[in-house]
């Protein structure tokens, strides 16, 4: 598991670039983390990463449950389950078809997901008591890296 901090939006968007830039479709990414943790941030990165055409499309999807957006690479699926309830909810957005697709999908409140999924990159996110986000990396190799955004 790798560990990156960020003290600042355009840092938490570098991470996600650097990321996204390391995906190869077919691939998930669950994200974790409390409200206001940055996990919209992050997926504009990841996004731009996978060479979206147009970043300002990345918003959060809690009230369209799955946005979707073109890029270079393929489709990206950007899927919000903070208000779903159940499998039920899950199956009525057509959360297999995606997730069994040819793009990426990018999976916010991953901690609700009732389905598995094989060999998905995970991200958990902490905010820490000065207001820093710690990120949890699994599933993606990152080079090693000093400096701001690096593990202590």
């Known amino acids: 598991m790798l560990t990156r901090h960020s003290s600042s939006e355009q840092e938490t968007l570098a991470l996600g670039r650097e990321i996204g830039s390391r995906l190869r479709p077919p691939r998930v990414v669950l994200l974790s983390g409390v409200l206001g943790s940055g996990k919209t941030v992050l997926s504009r990165g990841l996004a ?9 499309l990345v918003r959060s999807p809690t009230f369209t449950l799955v946005n979707e957006y073109p890029a270079s690479g393929g489709v990206i699926h950007h899927i919000d389950l903070y208000r779903l309830e159940g499998l039920r909810d899950l199956y009525s957005i057509g959360l297999e078809e995606l997730l069994e697709g040819p793009g990426v999908v990018i999976i916010e409140w991953a901690e609700k997901l009732l389905l598995t999924v094989e060999d998905p990159v995970r991200i958990s996110i902490e905010v820490e008591p000065d207001a820093r986000r710690r990120f949890l990396i699994e599933g993606i190799d990152l080079p090693d890296q000093a400096g701001p955004g690096s593990a202590p």
Request: charged share 20%; glycine share 22%.
């Open 48 to 56: 731009e990463g996978l060479q979206i055409g147009d970043p300002a």
